[in-house]
């Protein structure tokens, strides 16, 4: 069982930074992936990063090269840090965690979900 609390999230302009955390809790001995999903208003969750045990990371196209993944804390956290930040990454960002060693995109495969947090980018 994972209880998962991210923070970090607000409003930045465009072309700015931003950094999110996701704090991890309860069974942390076990191997899991962490990855962050998000939701924009009229739109199905995407995928947008996650990251192995083992600390091997994928990023969805739309991120690639603005976005890094990392985990802190003895892999209990995982730190998204956003730059260039664009319009429409405009969204709700949800961590979230599975038991296993190896990364999923899938939003069915991911059994633990953080509340979510509001991230606005003005243009």
């Known amino acids: 069982q994972l209880q998962l609390a991210e923070s970090g999230g607000g409003l930045v302009q465009a072309g700015g930074s931003q950094r999110l955390h996701c704090a991890a809790s309860?069974?942390?001995?076990?191997?899991?992936?962490m990855a962050w999903f998000r939701q924009a208003p009229g739109r199905e969750r995407e995928f947008v990063t996650g990251?192995?045990?083992?600390?091997?990371?994928q990023y969805a196209d739309s991120v690639k090269g603005r976005f890094t993944i990392s985990r802190g804390n003895g892999r209990n956290t995982a730190i998204l840090q956003m730059d260039n930040l664009k319009p429409e990454d405009t969204a709700v960002y949800y961590c979230?965690?599975?038991?296993?060693?190896?990364?999923?995109?899938?939003?069915?495969?991911?059994?633990?979900w953080g509340q979510g947090t509001q991230v606005t980018v003005s243009s």
């Open positions: 309860g069974r942390t001995s076990v191997a899991y992936v």
């Open positions: 990251i192995s045990w083992g600390g091997n990371a």
């Open positions: 979230a965690a599975t038991y296993g060693v190896g990364w999923a995109s899938a939003t069915q495969t991911y059994d633990y």
